[in-house]
């Protein structure tokens, strides 16, 4: 079976996300993201070039869940497809792009985050333990590795120090 891929799109989110919501009520993202550029140079170092601008939504819960998570400025990647749809600018008719994201996350090479994974089974059952609980364990079992000498030894002790 071939690999499925789809097009790919890295950038930051140039302007405030915004969720609204299409006429049969499904969510919608939108931002505007751009994409930084930079020429390398024969000393080795790198110009920084004007980024170029694009359009990027998505739809249904994968709107509410990038909503909830990005932000302007934040640095991303995202999987899906371009798509061109007619617009009206000043009275003439223009094909726009819009990259269609199924999936965005937060770029790892740029962003810093930590990642909570779900467990893989359910909650393991622990009974819950009071201050006082560990207290008396820990001194039980001192106790245990140091049992207290006998009385005679202790009093045999005692003796030969006051004897000196």
């Given at each position: 079976m071939?690999i499925?891929t789809?097009?790919s799109l890295?950038?930051?989110?140039?302007?405030?996300?915004?969720l609204?919501?299409?006429g049969?009520g499904?969510a919608?993202?939108?931002?505007?993201?751009?994409?930084p550029?930079?020429r390398r140079?024969?000393?080795?170092?790198?110009?920084?070039?004007?980024p170029?601008?694009?359009?990027?939504?998505?739809?249904?819960?994968?709107?509410?869940?990038?909503?909830a998570?990005?932000?302007?400025g934040?640095?991303?990647?995202?999987?899906g497809d371009v798509?061109?749809?007619?617009?009206?600018?000043?009275?003439?008719?223009v094909?726009?792009?819009?990259f269609?994201?199924s999936r965005?996350?937060?770029?790892?090479?740029?962003t810093?985050y930590?990642?909570?994974?779900?467990?893989e089974?359910?909650p393991?059952?622990?009974e819950?333990v009071s201050?006082?609980q560990v207290?008396?364990?820990?001194?039980?079992?001192?106790?245990a590795?140091?049992?207290?000498?006998?009385?005679?030894?202790?009093?045999?002790?005692s003796?030969?120090?006051l004897?000196?």
């Open positions: 071939a499925q789809k097009d890295s950038g930051f989110i140039a302007s405030d996300p915004q609204t919501f299409t049969n499904e919608r993202f939108y931002a505007r993201i751009g994409q550029h930079a140079e024969e000393d080795g170092s790198f110009t920084k070039l004007d170029t601008f694009a359009d990027l939504v998505m739809f249904r819960k994968s709107a509410e869940l990038a909503h998570q990005f932000q302007k934040d640095n991303f990647i995202a999987e798509q061109t749809y007619p617009q009206t600018v000043d009275g003439v008719e094909e726009r792009e819009q269609v994201a965005i996350g937060h770029d790892n090479n740029t810093r930590e990642v909570h994974r779900a467990p089974r359910g393991v059952e622990r819950s201050r006082d207290v008396d364990a820990l001194a039980a079992r001192q106790e590795l140091d049992p207290e000498p006998d009385a005679t030894t202790v009093a045999a002790t003796r030969a120090t004897a000196r």
